[in-house]
Nanobody
Framework: QVQLVESGGGLVQAGDSLRLSCAVS????????MGWFRQPPGNEREFVAT????????YYAASVKGRFTISRDNAKNTVYLQMNSLQPEDTAVYYC????????????????WGQGTQVTISS
């Protein structure tokens, strides 16, 4: 069984930074592409960023490109989301997800999900 546990969320002010972590246990982490998604209050879940198995390919939502950076450490079974220049519209529950093989922006293609971590940005 694959388990994903996010951490690093919190309440910060606009312009601040946060780094989310997602620790993955269970099967070989290196076989999974990883993604970050978020669900703002009252809205649908949306794609944020994804990274390939080796970290050699990354993709971002237009709304976060240039501000957020996804990375992974296969030795630590962990994926990260560095979030800079945070804005109130970034307020959401952030989820990490895992899927076999290649990175994807489609949440429905992910097999495993974490429980989410709340990120709140005050103006």
């Amino acid at each position: 069984q694959v388990q994903l546990v996010e951490s690093g969320g919190g309440l910060v002010q606009a312009g601040d930074s946060l780094r989310l972590s997602c620790a993955v246990s269970g099967r070989a982490f290196w076989t999974f592409a990883m993604g970050w998604f978020r669900q703002p209050p009252g809205n649908e879940r949306e794609f944020v960023a994804t990274i390939g198995r080796n970290g050699d390919s990354t993709y971002y939502a237009a709304s976060v490109k240039g501000r957020f950076t996804i990375s992974r450490d296969n030795a630590k079974n962990t994926v990260y989301l560095q979030m800079n220049s945070l804005q109130p519209e970034d307020t959401a529950v952030y989820y990490c997800a895992a899927r076999r093989h290649v990175a994807s922006q489609e949440g429905d293609e992910y097999s495993y999900w974490g429980q989410g971590t709340q990120v709140t940005i005050s103006s």
